[in-house]
């Protein structure tokens, strides 16, 4: 758990992680953990948490190849996941640059309160993002335009 990702002052009402392995078919595994753990949410912000779980953990399986570990921390006001592999490599760097894809991170970014990729000193990195157990807010257009990567961290710990 990242608990500067939670809300300041939040109540924690629970967390729970899961190991998988980088494989594809592994993406169902971390949806079904995280709806497992999920409090009730409206329907389209439990849609939303489990397309951004997608979102993350395919990243993870697609470009680190490490084991992962799959968290959910549930707030009282909040739900945060988080996507922790042993890949050194950061966005910033483009080890992709020709290739087609790239949205994901953009997807989360947008959809959700707040997110961030986070270097780990011995190694790794998490991505997170949050959630708030409310209806979504609408989604201005042109919002998850492709763009440099950087990490939103934008209502963390607010």
């Known amino acids: 758990m990242l608990p500067h990702a939670l809300r300041s002052g939040e109540v ?12 594809p ?11 497992s753990h999920a409090p009730a949410l409206p329907d389209e912000t439990a849609d939303a948490l489990l397309l951004l779980t997608s979102e993350l953990v395919t ?4 470009h680190a190849r490490t084991p992962l570990e799959v968290g959910i921390t549930v707030g009282c006001e909040s739900v945060l996941v988080t996507v922790h592999d ?13 290739r087609e894809g790239g949205w994901g991170l953009g997807l989360v970014s947008t959809m959700s309160e707040a997110s961030a990729l ?4 011995d190694g790794g990195k998490t991505a997170w993002f949050r959630l708030h157990r409310g209806p979504l807010p609408p989604v201005e257009d042109d919002s998850a335009v492709r763009g440099p990567t ?3 961290t934008k209502g963390a710990g607010s």
Do not use: M
Request: hydrophobic share 40%; no cysteine.
């Open 59 to 62: 990243n993870a399986v697609l």
């Open 118 to 121: 986070e270097p780990h000193p």
């Open 86 to 98: 042993l890949d050194l490599t950061r966005p910033e760097q483009q080890p992709y640059v020709k």
């Open 12 to 23: 924690v009402e629970g967390s729970w992680h899961v190991h998988l392995e980088p494989l």
């Open 150 to 152: 950087q990490a939103r």
């Open 25 to 35: 078919r592994l993406v169902g595994s971390a949806r079904a953990f995280v709806r």
